[in-house]
């Protein structure tokens, strides 16, 4: 499963997605929104993978087989979490309306001055969760992305908030690397963003129930947290239509305690409550869901958790 999404080609290409920011910029929101009808319907016709991953977690977030409008309000919504991108990184937060739930618990988790990992998911926009760095300007604010699996629109990105890139940890970069650039950002004091719901080719995953059937969630986020001892909170910017975003911060744990001897009970109880928390905001905003591959396919889980061998490699 973890080498599925990493396989597929990038939506577009970089005329197309020049020409499209160009659109956006130039002609404002409201136009590019009205573009996005237009070519939803393409990328529903024109990507089946993409397409059937939808049809399928519709059906179980729904409970009810999707209607094809349902099937194109899901992709619109992914094309409008793309298109927010350029306004959010370029111009911060003027274009939106931002519902704040929770931040206190991330201002709990910062006082100590150790720094705390964001841990979210590919619900909503990430991007939106870069306010942060302005209702907290003191306290930098990395996020890990892998930059290969998108180069178009990294590079786009890039061209819109260079000092915002340069906060950019590359998830593609490997486990060593990545582990130590998170920890050195944390002793700073810093916050850390990661995406918790993907695991990556040949990582260890572990199964939780996740909409009425068990998907395989990555250990090494919670292995490097453990690794880290820094608080962990959960972030989710949910995207609830117009200009509306809704941005939510839930505690986790002040220190994620896995021991040796109990790694499996420890990661299991940290993962079935990610899991949940995901599944309570997927029903709650169901088309804000962008993770459009057979997100159930366990065929890859690769054993037991509490195997030292391959959990240990996500050890900073």
Known sequence: MSAVWQSRPEAGGYLSQRIFLAIAKGCGRRFALAVLWLTSPWFVWSRRPEREASRQYLQRVLGRPPTLWQLLKHHYYFSIGILDRVYLLSDGERHFSFEVEGVQHLAEALRAGHGALLFGAHLGSFEALRTLSRQYPEVPLHIVLDKQQTPVLTELMASLAPALAERIIDASAGGPSVALAMAEQCARGGMVAILADRGRQGESLHPAPFLGTPAGFPVGPWLLAASLKVPVVLCFGLYLGGNRYRLVFEPVADRVEIPRGEREAALDMFIRHYAGRLEHFARAAPYNWFNLYDFWDVSS????????????????
Do not use: K, M, Y
């Open 301 to 316: 889980l690769s054993g037991s958790v509490a195997d030292s061998g391959s959990a240990d490699r996500h050890h900073p």
